[in-house]
């Protein structure tokens, strides 16, 4: 199998979510219904929209079901919806039909991951892994070996034969494709074939595919003892992380400045390029370390423009979002303030408040505190402030990236 290359490609997902299935139970098809508490569709396309690189996502549903897909959806506004067709083939055609035609002239060179709305669990290491390998090969597809010994059937219930299994994998999704290849593979393909997946109209299109490693994990949910282990699976298996932030902005002339969400009005303000909240700009760190997703100058870089006087609260939120898209529960931020003045005692209740609706949170998971350096240092002398943070996070385990 080919390893990824070492960048984060951009791709488009295509999630196929029309089907009408109910093998699994629960009175709706499977994608609509609950695990632990959140529709699949919506687990699956948090996978997604948690991962770098990604521009967009199209899920194409089945007739009938705009009313379960707008409430398993809501709140996501960055994404298309799609109606499908008779069979998952017309459908997924449906909706690169329609990603191509919003992608315009960029269309042909795009990639697009196509993926089942029934596979909740795809990491984005693995959604990464496959786009930058459809990049550089133009299709990917994830796969297992198989490692147990394989039978043939006859007709009668009884062994007819032992398959040889060198060379054999169990294909899953997301594959990913050139967008072009992939489109034009789909409308050659013969109606009366239906194919299984879309790498095997790639096949019958004379694509090359590369294969990449797939994850056990990445389980299609099918029947009612998929749920089961997956209900299982979520109930027990998360751990919990602490992340630590910490920053220091310039003090300067001025009459106000902003700590923890909070204008205090002041002699001198904070120099950043954001309003230099130093509050703000730890705790979004320590929650990115506990998600281990960086730090705020990767998201937010100093060098752009857009970010120049933005209020510090929009960084915050996005380190909110990310969790939230991790399915991860912040369960306790702590900050410390480090300066000589202003005096935070006056407004500590106004800043827990403060951080706690940005994130959320009730307050008594909130704790501001602050200390001096007893004149000692650049916060003594009074020419700066610092803060260091503390968050602590329950979220799932990420998969093992030792290997």
């Given at each position: 199998?080919?390893?990824?290359?070492?960048?984060?490609?951009p791709f488009?997902?295509?999630?196929?979510?029309?089907?009408?299935?109910?093998?699994?139970?629960?009175g709706?098809?499977?994608?609509y219904r609950?695990?632990?508490?959140?529709?699949?569709?919506?687990?699956?396309?948090?996978?997604?929209?948690?991962?770098?690189?990604?521009?967009?996502i199209?899920?194409?549903?089945?007739?009938?079901?705009?009313?379960?897909?707008?409430?398993?959806?809501?709140?996501?506004e960055?994404?298309?919806v799609?109606?499908?067709g008779?069979?998952?083939q017309?459908s997924?055609?449906?909706?690169?039909?329609?990603?191509?035609?919003?992608?315009?002239?960029?269309?042909?060179?795009?990639?697009?991951?196509?993926?089942?709305?029934a596979?909740?669990?795809?990491?984005?290491?693995?959604?990464?892994?496959?786009?930058?390998?459809?990049?550089?090969?133009g299709?990917?597809?994830?796969?297992l070996?198989?490692?147990?010994?394989?039978?043939?059937?006859a007709?009668?219930?009884?062994?007819a034969?032992t398959?040889?299994r060198?060379?054999?994998?169990?294909?899953?999704?997301?594959?990913?494709?050139?967008?072009?290849?992939?489109?034009?593979?789909?409308?050659?393909?013969?109606?009366?074939?239906?194919?299984?997946?879309?790498?095997?109209?790639?096949?019958?299109?004379?694509?090359?595919?590369?294969?990449?490693?797939?994850?056990?994990?990445?389980?299609?949910?099918?029947?009612?003892?998929?749920?089961?282990?997956?209900?299982?699976?979520?109930?027990?298996?998360r751990?919990?992380?602490?992340?630590?932030?910490?920053?220091?902005?310039?003090?300067v002339t001025?009459d106000?400045?902003?700590?923890?969400?909070?204008?205090?009005?002041?002699?001198?303000?904070?120099?950043?390029?954001?309003?230099?909240?130093?509050?703000?700009?730890?705790?979004?760190?320590a929650?990115?370390?506990?998600?281990?997703?960086?730090?705020?100058?990767?998201?937010?870089p100093?060098?752009?423009?857009?970010?120049?006087?933005?209020?510090?609260?929009?960084?915050?939120?996005?380190a909110?979002?990310?969790?939230?898209?991790?399915?991860?529960?912040?369960?306790?931020v702590?900050?410390?303030?480090i300066c000589?003045?202003?005096?935070?005692?006056?407004?500590?209740?106004?800043?827990?408040?403060?951080?706690?609706?940005?994130l959320?949170?009730?307050?008594d998971?909130?704790?501001?505190?602050?200390?001096t350096?007893?004149?000692?240092?650049?916060?003594?002398?009074?020419?700066g402030i610092?803060?260091?943070?503390v968050?602590?996070?329950?979220?799932?385990p990420?998969?093992?990236?030792?290997?």
């Amino acid at each position: 199998m080919s390893a990824p290359v070492n960048f984060t490609a951009p791709f488009h997902a295509l999630i196929v979510a029309a089907g009408t299935g109910q093998r699994a139970g629960g009175g709706v098809p499977k994608q609509y219904r609950l695990l632990a508490g959140k529709p699949v569709l919506r687990r699956t396309v948090d996978a997604f929209a948690g991962t770098p690189g990604l521009q967009s996502i199209t899920v194409v549903i089945g007739a009938g079901q705009e009313a379960d897909c707008a409430s398993a959806l809501s709140g996501i506004e960055t994404l298309t919806v799609v109606p499908g067709g008779a069979s998952r083939q017309e459908s997924v055609r449906n909706g690169l039909e329609d990603l191509t035609r919003r992608l315009g002239d960029a269309a042909e060179a795009a990639v697009v991951l196509i993926h089942d709305a029934a596979r909740p669990f795809a990491t984005p290491r693995m959604i990464q892994s496959v786009s930058e390998t459809a990049h550089r090969a133009g299709a990917a597809l994830p796969a297992l070996p198989v490692v147990d010994t394989l039978k043939s059937a006859a007709a009668d219930g009884t062994v007819a034969a032992t398959v040889p299994r060198a060379g054999l994998h169990r294909a899953q999704t997301p594959q990913g494709f050139r967008l072009g290849a992939i489109l034009a593979a789909h409308r050659a393909a013969d109606p009366a074939q239906e194919a299984t997946d879309d790498a095997m109209l790639a096949e019958l299109a004379g694509l090359p595919i590369t294969l990449v490693p797939g994850e056990e994990t990445n389980v299609k949910l099918t029947t009612e003892a998929d749920f089961a282990a997956a209900e299982q699976r979520l109930s027990v298996a998360r751990e919990t992380r602490t992340g630590m932030g910490f920053d220091v902005h310039r003090l300067v002339t001025g009459d106000h400045l902003w700590l923890c969400g909070i204008r205090i009005d002041h002699d001198q303000t904070l120099l950043g390029h954001s309003d230099a909240d130093v509050g703000l700009h730890a705790i979004t760190d320590a929650i990115l370390g506990a998600l281990g997703d960086g730090d705020i100058g990767q998201h937010f870089p100093p060098s752009d423009p857009q970010w120049k006087g933005a209020p510090s609260d929009a960084f915050l939120r996005h380190a909110a979002t990310l969790a939230a898209r991790r399915d991860a529960k912040i369960l306790h931020v702590d900050a410390t303030l480090i300066c000589e003045a202003p005096k935070v005692g006056p407004h500590r209740a106004a800043m827990r408040a403060r951080v706690a609706d940005i994130l959320g949170l009730s307050k008594d998971r909130v704790s501001i505190k602050a200390t001096t350096t007893e004149k000692l240092g650049f916060t003594g002398r009074g020419e700066g402030i610092a803060c260091q943070a503390v968050a602590t996070l329950s979220l799932p385990p990420y998969e093992d990236e030792s290997e």
